[in-house]
């Protein structure tokens, strides 16, 4: 399969994060992406380049471009006034506060709690340009798809399906899968379905395409009655007046087997035939697995490899996009598996 990959992101490297009032470790660093590469070139079987850039354009078909000049002027603003660490929040524009109608504000402490809305989303000194090469990194694996690949896999860091049109967070910037879905939809005029089985809500995937009737958002994940991001991802979330259907949130309860997440990914994938999409775009994230520190699902090896097979049955193209999984040796396993799955190597 082809893989599209960059060294790129190793300048983004976040110090800390906050959780539960304490400050930890960092689970989304650069050994991620590396564990993932390492493991890809020890099996074989696929063929490595690396990302074309594709300017504004198609990034601006997601993102408000507000958004995308606060990421690329932050760190100079930041640097600016003296702060030292990593640019973050630490006041939010809840509604309340102020209405969402007003510009972004003048300050840059401002601006963070306007346009992030958490404290595990840092801008450092190499974010952007992490950033806007993960993007690069989905839409070239979109290119390929376009231009006939039945299959391409898209190893992004950072991730994105939190990112909506004008907020960011949980550890994303920009929305990969959602540039690269819109890309491809617009690149055919066809129907395209995300199904997104990271194991936190595509936040960020449903409110972009929450109106759009060509683009289909399936997103499997913990239920936000107890996990982050709490706020969405609920059943009743089924798309905007002008998209009614077009959303299919399927919430799932903590201890969650690979059996019964197997036959919601089933549900997911006839969902997206119904729809009529013969592209499928897959953010996919590792945190399903059993060793995952942020998840509690119980998947294994043998599950990602059927959810390649069950993929690969639909007869669609499939563009892989990865998003989480920060236990980095069952990631790695976790996407070898997948991709085999897909595409098996003889
Ligand atoms: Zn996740």
């Known amino acids: 399969m082809k893989v599209i990959l960059s060294d790129v992101h190793e300048a983004h490297v976040a110090p800390f994060e906050i959780v539960g009032g304490r400050e930890k470790p960092a689970v989304e660093h650069p050994g991620r992406a590396t564990a993932i590469r390492d493991a890809l070139k020890k099996i074989g079987g696929h063929s490595f380049q690396a990302p074309e850039h594709h300017g504004d354009a198609p ?17 100079r603003a930041w640097d600016e006034v003296g702060n030292v660490g990593p640019a973050m929040p630490d006041t939010f524009a809840m509604s309340g506060l102020m209405e969402r109608a007003i510009e ?25 340009a992490a950033v806007r090469e993960s993007a690069d990194i989905a839409l070239t694996g979109a290119r390929e798809v376009l231009h006939g690949e039945q299959y391409a896999y898209a190893l992004c860091r950072p991730p994105g399906h939190h990112v909506a049109t004008s ?42 395409f929450w109106n759009d009737p060509n683009v289909l958002a ?40 690979g059996e019964r997440f197997l036959v919601e990914v089933e549900r997911g994938l006839d969902a997206a035939t119904g729809f009529g999409a013969e ?26 490899r059927s959810i390649g097979g069950m993929l690969r049955a639909t007869g669609a193209q499939v563009l892989v996009v990865q998003e989480g999984g920060y236990d980095v040796t069952a990631t790695a396993t976790a996407v070898t598996e997948l991709l085999a799955g897909i595409s098996p190597v003889s």
């Open 167 to 208: 907020i960011y967070g949980g550890y994303s910037y920009l929305n990969n899968s959602s540039i690269a879905a819109r890309f491809m939809q617009r690149g055919t005029g066809s129907k395209v379905a995300l199904l997104d089985v990271d194991y936190h809500h595509g936040n960020g995937t449903q409110e972009i």
């Open 218 to 257: 399936v997103s499997l994940h913990g239920d936000p009655d107890f996990e982050y991001p709490y706020f969405t991802g609920r059943v009743e979330e089924t798309g905007g007046d002008r998209a009614p259907g077009s959303n299919l949130n399927i919430p799932l309860p903590k201890g969650t087997t």
């Open 279 to 304: 592209m499928i775009v897959v953010p996919f994230g590792a945190d399903t697995a059993s060793e995952d520190p942020l998840g509690t699902f119980e998947l294994h090896a043998e599950q990602y």
């Open 59 to 75: 990034v601006l078909a997601v993102h408000d471009p507000a958004l995308l000049h606060h990421l690329e002027d932050a760190w």
């Open 104 to 128: 972004p504000p003048a300050t840059i402490e401002g601006r963070l709690g306007y346009f992030c809305f958490d404290m595990g989303t840092p801008i450092l000194e190499g974010t952007y």
